[in-house]
């Protein structure tokens, strides 16, 4: 997109094509159900505030001032998001060693054993016929991959089981229960997940297991351990498919990986400590996120003062968008004489963007 030099700066054009006011007349113009697409005739309509080259300088200046607190916050958050995931890999740390291979030095009171030591048995769900939909009301459903791939169960990764198929209700799944994705792509095979809560009559996929610890085990370390890098590298090693894409492990090849053991009362202590340092990571993650979309509103609220003549600047004198003649008397540029009456608007709703307002809370 070329623009004309003398009337309208391009780096404010890129702000202004970011706001609301843009983004309204580009959803209202553009056609298609599936895939959304604009006619270039849509784009030449779309209508700009357009002050003089001196006014937008200046409101430049105040956006460019306004932003960079914007930029230190994502900056920070993007630094507050590397370290969760340092977090979240201590705390599974402390459930496998850091070693290479197996059968390396313990603490005392450990052991090496493998996976099928702590596991007293594992269940598989079946192949159900469904509907390619998530289920509604009470209908039986089966959950889907991204159920388990998460990092947290998500009961809403469903298919809906169509009606008159024969269901198994032993397969059906219950708070409490360690489900482990048997065949996936590398990425996220044996991705592992504790569930904390699920909605009745949802069964196992035949892509999943149900791994049930043996009575002296604690099922929150079990369920921690498996997440390990290590367990995960074993499970890598140990899978097979004839497409890289679609990987798959056995229950034999499952029950055979080394782990390391510690006592009953360790594994408590172990499993304890690291559930709650993954839940106080997932919060913390919460919090991150909320961050990061109050940074992308603020953003685009910033854009939308500009427009609508609501922009404060450092004295904290608004700066009005229209301050001259215009190219057009409507204010606005572009080639066709039938344009929406939708911008600007005055909108007594829209608050006074300050500086102040832009710090994160982190």
Not at 187 to 197: D, K, N, P, R, S
Not at 200 to 223: F, H, I, Q, T, Y
């Amino acid at each position: 997109m070329q623009v004309r030099a003398e009337i309208l700066n391009p780096e404010y054009l890129g702000h202004l094509w970011q706001s609301s006011l843009v983004r309204e007349q580009l959803e209202a113009s553009a056609g298609g159900s599936r895939v959304r697409s604009l006619a270039r005739r849509a784009l030449l309509e779309v209508r700009l505030p357009l002050p003089p080259l001196a006014e937008q300088h200046r409101i430049l200046g105040i956006l460019r001032e306004q932003l960079r607190y914007l930029d230190r916050g994502d900056e920070a958050l993007r630094r507050a998001t590397t370290g969760l995931a340092l977090l979240q890999d201590a705390a599974r740390g402390a459930l496998a060693p850091s070693c290479n291979a197996p059968f390396d030095s313990l603490a005392p009171s450990w052991s090496w054993g493998k996976l099928g030591d702590v596991i007293k048995r594992i269940e598989a769900g079946q192949t159900l016929k469904h509907n390619g939909r998530p289920t509604r009301g009470d209908e039986w459903g089966v959950i889907k991959t991204s159920a388990m791939t998460r990092g947290t169960f998500h009961e809403s990764e469903n298919k809906a089981v169509r009606a008159g198929i024969r269901i198994d209700e032993s397969h059906q799944i219950s708070a409490g229960d360690i489900l482990l994705c048997r065949a996936n792509s590398p990425g996220h095979l044996g991705a592992a997940v504790q569930v904390e809560a699920c909605r009745p009559r949802l069964l196992l996929s035949d892509k999943s297991l149900r791994l049930v610890p043996e009575e002296n085990v604690d099922g929150r370390w079990l369920a921690q351990l498996l997440t390990t890098p290590y367990v995960r590298a074993q499970i890598a090693q140990r899978s097979k498919g004839t497409l890289s894409s679609m990987q798959h492990i056995s229950q034999a090849s499952l029950r055979d990986i080394p782990v390391p053991i510690p006592p009953p009362g360790e594994q408590k202590r172990l499993g304890r400590e690291a559930t709650a340092w993954t839940l106080g990571a997932r919060e913390l993650c919460r919090q991150v996120r909320r961050a990061q979309k109050k940074s992308e509103k603020l953003r685009r609220a910033l854009t939308d003062a500009a427009c609508a003549e609501r922009l404060v600047g450092p004295a904290g004198v608004g700066l009005p968008v229209r301050a001259g003649p215009h190219p057009g008397d409507d204010g606005s540029i572009g080639r066709s004489s039938h344009r929406p009456a939708l911008w600007p608007r005055n909108d007594p709703d829209l608050t006074t963007i300050a500086a102040v307002q832009l710090e994160l809370e982190l």
